[in-house]
């Protein structure tokens, strides 16, 4: 059984960084898109970005310039470099692994980020 392994959060003052890692425990066949979503409280979960087997990514527009997602395909991690962190950032992180033959993919347990003013 695939599960996603998730590392790298914690807490941080604004203007900080954080790295995000999420590995995959067994091999998976057929990977595809690789993302990293956030749910804030009382929000619903949004896309902060996600990048293609190519290498092809995008970004919410409240991120741009700021994170940077990247994957080691044959690890199968997915990694997300945060900068200039700022109170809003504040979520729970979950990484998201789809393949072409789940796409709804495979979740990560999620990792709290939480940046102090």
């Known amino acids: 059984q695939v599960q996603l392994v998730e590392s790298g959060g914690g807490l941080v003052q604004a203007g900080g960084s954080l790295r995000l890692s999420c590995a995959a425990s067994?091999?998976?066949?057929?990977?595809?898109?690789m993302g990293w979503y956030r749910q804030a409280p009382g929000k619903q979960r949004e896309l902060v970005a996600f990048i293609t087997t190519v290498g092809i990514t995008n970004y919410a527009d409240s991120v741009k310039g700021r994170f940077t997602i990247s994957r080691d395909s044959a690890k199968i991690t997915v990694y997300l470099q945060m900068n200039s962190l700022k109170p809003e950032d504040t979520a729970i992180y979950y990484c998201?692994?789809?393949?072409?033959?789940?796409?709804?993919?495979?979740w990560g347990q999620g990792t709290q980020v939480t940046v102090s003013s």
């Open positions: 067994v091999g998976i066949f057929g990977l595809d898109t």
């Open positions: 998201n692994i789809k393949t072409r033959y789940n796409r709804d993919g495979y």
